[in-house]
């Protein structure tokens, strides 16, 4: 059974800095693309970043680039998403999802985490 278990979420203000972590369990980690998504209250869910299975490629929605990176360590299982200069707007519950093919910002991903809430006050 395929788990992600996103954490790292929290209060943080404008300006500010945080990594998210997704551990994943019951997959073959190296032969799965990681892609991470956001939703804001009352707006539907959106893309965030990706990075293959080797970890050579990301891609990133406009709104993030220059600010937020994906990283994957192979030997934790883990995908984090390092987040610096942080916006009110990117207030969210970020998810992390999983899947064997490039989907890249497309939602089709096989397997989602529960997800985590990321707050950025002004």
């Known amino acids: 059974q395929v788990q992600l278990v996103e954490s790292g979420g929290g209060l943080v203000q404008a300006g500010g800095s945080l990594r998210l972590s997704c551990v994943a369990s019951g997959l073959t980690f190296s032969r799965y693309t990681m892609g991470w998504f956001r939703q804001a209250p009352g707006k539907e869910r959106e893309f965030v970043g990706a990075i293959t299975w080797g970890g050579g490629s990301t891609d990133y929605a406009d709104s993030v680039k220059g600010r937020f990176t994906i990283s994957r360590d192979y030997d934790k299982n883990t995908v984090y998403l390092e987040m610096n200069s942080l916006k009110p707007e990117d207030t969210a519950v970020y998810y992390c999802?999983?899947?064997?093919?490039?989907?890249?910002?497309?939602?089709?991903?096989?397997?989602w985490g529960q997800g985590t809430q990321v707050t950025v006050s002004s």
């Open positions: 999802a999983a899947d064997k093919s490039w989907l890249g910002p497309r939602g089709e991903y096989a397997h």
